[in-house]
């Protein structure tokens, strides 16, 4: 099957909802990583992502550029995160903040617990996505690969759940396959794996357990060739969907053969011990 | 008087106001983008030209970033 560069064929007839809204493209790019506006633009382009996130940071004066001009100018729609949150408490501020710089009801909630690990905060989290919900706030939070965890956050109202597949940036893939697909099995929103992609059949595998979708930042920016890796990422997301629906084959210990035995002709040397 | 402007001390008129200290920022206030908390509390844009900021508010002046 040949696969379009511009709509990829798993796309047309399967989109991803996200309360409520439609997109024809199941790879979410981060902004993170990406030093340079053009490089972003191209990635952005080269993914054909329809949603991306941005953080919220002081304003530099001697700053040129926006990314808000990069994500206009691409015609995609703005994920704001609360990237660099500790707390509760400033995650909610942080998210109140993006609303009003982006006039959007839309967050990925990131509450996380230390800068060595970058791993979610649970009990923080759980308290955020309790008041930001209440707030009337669309959120998407970053979680752990704990498919309680997840269950909460639907619970709470959040419209997905973002679950890591090993630390941000680190490049190690879905440590824990098992627990992706039980979350599947646990959680009715979409399931968007947040964190690990350090290549395209990690973002393959993450759609083969179920998956809805996949973010990918540093995969993609510091990959020696940007451009290449975000079409690598992006094709490995459909091939994974398009395999997920597909439905595989189960694993066996022994060999099935695919050429039957009927009509196998005598040659006189094959003794009973070999079958 | 003083305000903790982004994290720097800065000195500005007795009867300053969120948009008086975000005009000094350079920053373009017709454009989507920026947002203002005062003492951890969002100031709506709208709201920019009337508040006042008392002596040592912390201000904090916040855009878009690459990110996530």
Known sequence: MAIDSTRPAAAVEDPLVIAGETFHNRLLLGTGGFTRLDALAEAIAASGTELVTVALRRVDPDSRGSVIDVVDGAGVRLLPNTAGCYTSRDAVVTARLAREAFQTDWVKLEVIGDDRTLLPDAPQLLEAAETLVAEGFVVLPYTNDDPILARRLQDLGCVAVMPLGSPIGSGMGIRNPYNLAIMRDRVDVPLILDAGVGTASDAALAMELGCDGVLCASAIARAEDPLAMARAVSVAVDAGRLARRAGRIPRRLHAEASTPDTGLADLGSVGDDRR | ?68
């Not at chain 2, 951890?40 to 002046?61: F, I, N």
């Open chain 2, 1 to 68: 008087m003083i305000v903790e402007l982004n994290g720097r001390r800065t000195e500005v008129p007795e009867a300053a106001t969120v948009e008086t200290v975000v005009s000094g920022l350079d920053v373009d206030l017709g454009r989507r983008g920026v947002a203002v908390a005062v003492d951890a509390e969002v100031v709506p844009r709208s709201e920019w030209r009337r508040r006042r900021l008392r002596d040592g508010a912390h201000v904090e002046v916040l855009t878009a970033m690459q990110g996530g």
